[in-house]
């Protein structure tokens, strides 16, 4: 099947600074990809779906001045979270959709903030 | 607005056993729905996916139906193994979005 990956798997870092999250489609192009976020315990929510040269569409709730989100190519989306907050902790999985309409989902990073 | 509920939220078996995971959704408009397994502080290994239009895909010991009319889907995973041990997602894909049920958590005992 295909492959997406994210980089990096877990990352700490101290608030108030930010930290960008990548997600790339390994051997697909993805116009479509989408960020989710997961709780403890929880559900995964989903934050944003961002769309290949244009802005992402962010889910009501969601800062999109927080939470950052570009798709620069076919293969490549970044989440960067701004001014970070230890409530921002939490489990972020990535998800690019073929063509066909799979959706297939990278391994998550973990963001610890402290 | 599509809600996702899975039953039972835990479930512990001896291993060998057969089990059946379930799913149901609100919304019958559906594009497709996902299994996952989700291993603890890992991301979502996608098991099976089944179209709109099916009713069920089978890999190894496991066996996913759908029932759009109704709002279900099941998994049957058969001769458990503690392998086998991990959090279940269900995933209906609507025609805008993606939404998640909250999971069964198995524990398949040795």
């Known amino acids: 099947g295909a492959v997406v990956s994210q980089h990096p798997s877990r990352v700490i870092c101290k608030s108030g600074t930010s930290v960008k999250i990548e997600c790339r489609s390994l051997?697909?192009?993805?116009?479509?990809m989408f960020w989710y976020r997961q709780f403890p315990k929880k559900s995964l929510m989903l934050m944003a779906t961002?769309?290949?040269?244009?802005?992402?569409?962010?889910e009501q709730g969601v800062e999109k001045d927080k939470f950052l989100i570009n798709h620069a190519s076919l293969t490549l989306s970044t989440l960067t979270v701004t001014s970070a907050h230890p409530e921002d902790s939490s489990f972020y999985i990535c998800?690019?959709?073929?063509?066909?309409?799979?959706?297939?989902f990278g391994p998550g990073t973990r963001l610890t903030v402290t | 607005k599509q809600e996702v509920t899975q039953i039972p939220a835990a479930l512990s078996v001896p291993e060998g056993e057969n089990l059946v995971l379930n799913c149901s959704f609100t919304?019958?408009?559906?594009?497709?729905l996902q299994w996952f397994r989700q291993d603890p502080g890992k991301g979502l290994t996608s098991l099976l996916l089944?179209?709109?239009?099916?009713r069920e895909q089978t890999s190894g010991r496991l066996n996913a139906s759908l029932d759009k009319s109704s709002g279900r889907s099941t998994l049957y995973i058969a001769a458990s193994q503690p392998g086998d041990s991990a959090t279940y997602l269900c995933?209906?894909?609507?025609?805008?979005?993606?939404?998640f049920g909250t999971g069964t958590k198995l524990q398949v005992i040795p």
């Open positions: 998800s690019a959709r073929t063509d066909g309409g799979e959706q297939y």
């Open positions: 961002s769309n290949e040269g244009s802005k992402a569409t962010y």
């Open positions: 919304d019958s408009a559906i594009y497709n």
């Open positions: 089944i179209q709109s239009s099916q």
């Open positions: 995933a209906v894909r609507g025609y805008q979005k993606v939404t």
């Open positions: 051997d697909f192009q993805a116009t479509t």
